[in-house]
């Protein structure tokens, strides 16, 4: 099986794309398919073997849309920025009803030129419903406004007919517009990369395109300039504005071997740096491509909207039908009620409802990456708002995961520099946070030669051959499994064991803290609406339950290996009326963040495993950005059912006082367009 993208380009009618989809999932050798409206992208999953896909694809989307046209992703396609196919029938056309209107034409000159102004203006749109009669979808938009204006046109309202035609073609050229301005205001928040990078060479400088950059090369930063690509820092020292990628407004500092990431603006310093990543693999490369991704991944209510358009617009054919029939057969005039039977197959189409339901979400998580919080998908707003309960890591979640070594504890006769020695050697390669406050606190000489053999057991120690000296380096308990007793008992404190050729040489004790600010927003989360707090830790009992203690948790579960985390996270889910989170450091918590029903990894914005796994990425490690996560969620929750009121609201109302004889076709495509444009805009408010 094979997936590919595509981009779409002209399809302005979000119906006629729900109608491509379902078109693209009959054709033969398509597995799957998603058509992402707002971003123009198509994704298709093909079984193998499938021949001349992207012709296939671009016949049937030109006869559901005709204009409408696929490329493959990021192909270039030639617009047209002024359509006078478009442009210039409707000028014509609005001059003739203006002019029809104020004259008061009668006779054969005002059929004449309403008709002519009909066709003029509305013949693309009932091109388009012959071609839909033709594949037998009759309840296309295009084919639903003919039979409204020829309706019209039979009760000899011909300046009416051409009117809303005008207003309808009219209201199409918004409703892309306002989508194609948001859809580009949103795409605007991460696109701070420069075009260009400086290479440092022997003869200067040289400017080169990002994608002709290559790993290791060294480029300069200037003062005022954007961060081109993931590196480190070789030359000078700066402050860097990290703001447009994790929300956080105070500077950043950074020196020679600081790492520093794409996008970030360099306040002050020259930098040099040397290239860690090419840019299809930059954190900023990665962030866009989750945010594009993520019209893939549709909430519930996307879903539910694509399953109503496809009845509603029946249903409301089939109301105009009988509200036609009835009255006629009753002995009522039947050209006042096919007047108002037109009414509804105007208001048939469930535009404003497609349009603005996805937009909503896409906004959404646009304004979320706005803050540094990334959602990989709209069906993860909908699950963060839901939350009932969640699970925490402790060290670098709860905890600020910067450990402190604060003692070292050794049995009589034994030299600390022995044990410093056998833990850092045993450390060097590991990522784990014990590891990395001991690298940072003290050298030792290492040589990757003399490794002769390794193992790190996770959640537990490693074993490690260094030269002839066996080390053991990990837990009490992983310790005693090969046979050491009479270990230090360091009390509350986290602790790493160390032995060397059978001798027990003691342990390294390391100090955490609570991360500022997590009280406060575990209290802000539990006020809306999550009942059930839990931590689960690898670390000692005492420890964890000073923590648990200090953060008022509702449960904690300590030394713990990394199945059992997921063993105790499933009895939690299971225990749990509503969705559970798991929130972690990213790192070693993988199999978590992908059980639980939405997971969360937090301060992970240069871990590409973290970005990999979770369903949101919190891109700095500040602890209100979980309460701003659930907020936005909520946001947006609230706007799509704003959306739907309003649409569906105003259709009942404007079909209510059609079937009364108050409003009139006018009325009806100037309430069917309003609706729509009111819907976007609601959507795209700031």
Same mark, same amino acid.
């Given at each position: 099986m094979t997936t590919r993208e595509y981009d779409i380009h002209n399809l302005d009618c979000a119906h006629c794309g729900i109608k491509i989809e379902d078109g693209v999932s009959s054709m033969p050798g398509v597995h799957s398919v998603q058509l992402d409206f707002v971003n123009k992208r198509l994704i298709v999953s093909f079984h193998e073997g499938v021949e001349n896909a992207l012709e296939r694809l671009n016949h049937l989307a030109d006869s559901i849309e005709p204009g409408v046209t696929i490329t493959d992703k990021g192909a270039q396609e030639e617009i047209n920025k002024w359509d006078w196919g478009f442009w210039l029938p409707l000028a014509v056309g609005v001059m003739i009803v203006i002019l029809n209107m104020l004259l008061g034409t009668s006779g054969w000159l005002k059929i004449a030129l309403g008709v002519g102004a009909w066709l003029l203006v509305g013949y693309r749109v009932v091109i388009s419903a012959i071609k839909s009669i033709g594949r037998g979808q009759v309840f296309s938009e295009h084919f639903l406004m003919s039979l409204a204006t020829i309706g019209a046109l039979v009760l000899q309202e011909y300046t009416e007919a051409a009117a809303v035609m005008v207003l309808y073609e009219i209201g199409q050229w918004l409703e892309s517009l306002a989508v194609a301005k948001s859809r580009s205001s949103i795409k605007g928040i991460l696109a701070i990369k420069p075009e260009k990078a400086h290479l440092v060479t022997e003869e200067g400088t040289l400017d080169l395109a990002l994608g002709e950059v290559q790993v290791g090369d060294k480029l300069l930063v200037y003062p005022g300039e954007r961060v081109p690509l993931d590196g480190v820092v070789t030359k000078g020292n700066s402050a860097l504005d990290t703001s447009t990628l994790t929300g956080e407004a105070i500077p950043l500092p950074v020196r020679e071997e600081d790492a520093i990431l794409a996008g970030v603006l360099n306040l002050d310093g020259l930098l040099e740096m040397e290239v860690k990543s090419v840019d299809a693999e930059s954190t900023v490369s990665r962030i866009l491509q989750l945010i594009e991704n993520a019209g893939a991944r549709k909430s519930q209510n996307e879903k539910f909207i694509t399953r109503f358009a496809n009845y509603y617009?029946?249903?409301?054919?089939?109301?105009?039908?009988?509200?036609?029939?009835?009255?006629?057969?009753?002995?009522?005039?039947?050209?006042?009620?096919?007047?108002?039977?037109?009414?509804?197959?105007?208001?048939?189409?469930?535009?404003?409802? &497609?349009? /603005?339901?996805?937009?909503?979400? =896409?906004? +959404?998580?646009?304004?979320? $990456?706005?803050?540094?919080?990334?959602? %990989? #998908?709209?069906?993860?707003?909908?699950?963060?708002?839901?939350?009932?309960?969640?699970?925490?890591?402790?060290?670098?979640?709860?905890?600020?995961?910067?450990?402190?070594?604060?003692?070292?504890?050794?049995?009589?006769?034994?030299?600390?520099?022995?044990?410093?020695?056998?833990?850092?050697?045993?450390?060097?390669?590991?990522?784990?946070?014990?590891?990395?406050? &001991?690298? /940072?606190?003290?050298?030792?000489? =290492?040589? +990757?030669?003399?490794?002769? $053999?390794?193992?790190?057991?996770?959640? %537990? #120690?490693?074993?490690?051959?260094?030269?002839?000296?066996?080390?053991?380096?990990?837990?009490?308990?992983?310790?005693?499994?090969?046979?050491?007793?009479?270990?230090?008992?360091?009390?509350?404190?986290?602790?790493?064991?160390?032995?060397?050729?059978?001798?027990?040489?003691?342990?390294?004790?390391?100090?955490?803290?609570?991360?500022?600010?997590?009280?406060?927003?575990?209290? /802000?989360?539990?006020?809306?609406?999550?009942?059930?707090?839990?931590?689960?830790?690898?670390?000692?009992?005492?420890?964890?339950?000073?923590?648990?203690?200090?953060?008022?948790?509702?449960?904690?579960?300590?030394?713990?290996?990394?199945?059992?985390?997921?063993?105790?996270?499933?009895?939690?889910?299971?225990?749990?009326?509503?969705?559970?989170?798991?929130?972690?450091?990213?790192?070693?918590?993988?199999?978590?963040?992908?059980?639980?029903?939405?997971?969360?990894?937090?301060?992970?914005?240069?871990?590409?495993?973290?970005?990999?796994?979770?369903?949101?990425?919190?891109?700095?490690?500040?602890?209100?950005?979980?309460?701003?996560?659930?907020?936005?969620?909520?946001?947006?929750?609230?706007?799509?059912?704003?959306?739907?009121?309003?649409?569906?609201?105003?259709?009942?109302?404007?079909?209510?006082?059609?079937?009364?004889?108050?409003?009139?076709?006018w009325e009806a495509i100037i309430a069917d367009v309003g609706v729509t444009l009111l819907a976007v805009l609601n959507a795209t408010r700031r």
């Open positions: 617009t029946p249903s409301v054919v089939g109301a105009a039908l009988l509200v036609f029939l009835i009255p006629v057969l009753m002995g009522y005039p039947a050209n006042v009620w096919l007047h108002r039977a037109l009414v509804f197959l105007i208001v048939s189409c469930p535009c404003a409802l &497609v349009i /603005s339901v996805p937009l909503s979400y =896409y906004v +959404g998580i646009g304004k979320a $990456a706005r803050k540094g919080i990334i959602f %990989k #998908g709209s069906v993860y707003l909908d699950t963060m708002r839901r939350l009932k309960a969640m699970v925490f890591d402790k060290t670098g979640t709860l905890t600020t995961g910067n450990l402190k070594i604060e003692k070292l504890l050794a049995p009589d006769g034994i030299d600390p520099t022995e044990l410093i020695d056998t833990i850092y050697k045993s450390e060097y390669t590991s990522n784990h946070p014990f590891a990395k406050a &001991v690298l /940072s606190t003290y050298t030792a000489d =290492y040589d +990757g030669k003399m490794v002769n $053999a390794y193992s790190e057991y996770s959640g %537990k #120690g490693v074993l490690m051959l260094y030269g002839n000296d066996r080390m053991i380096v990990g837990s009490a308990a992983f310790l005693a499994e090969h046979g050491f007793v009479g270990l230090i008992d360091a009390g509350e404190t986290s602790v790493v064991h160390a032995a060397k050729n059978d001798i027990y040489l003691g342990c390294m004790c390391f100090s955490d803290e609570i991360r500022p600010g997590m009280k406060e927003a575990l209290d /802000s989360l539990r006020k809306r609406g999550i009942k059930r707090m839990v931590m689960l830790s690898g670390d000692r009992e005492t420890k964890a339950r000073t923590i648990s203690e200090e953060l008022g948790l509702d449960a904690w579960a300590a030394e713990l290996l990394p199945q059992e985390k997921i063993d105790r996270l499933e009895e939690i889910m299971a225990q749990t009326d509503g969705l559970v989170a798991y929130t972690g450091e990213g790192m070693n918590d993988a199999p978590a963040l992908a059980r639980a029903d939405l997971g969360i990894a937090m301060g992970q914005i240069g871990n590409p495993a973290s970005i990999e796994t979770a369903d949101v990425v919190l891109l700095n490690d500040r602890p209100q950005q979980l309460v701003a996560a659930w907020d936005q969620a909520q946001r947006t929750h609230n706007t799509v059912t704003q959306n739907i009121l309003l649409a569906l609201g105003v259709k009942v109302l404007v079909m209510a006082l059609g079937i009364s004889g108050v409003s009139g076709l």
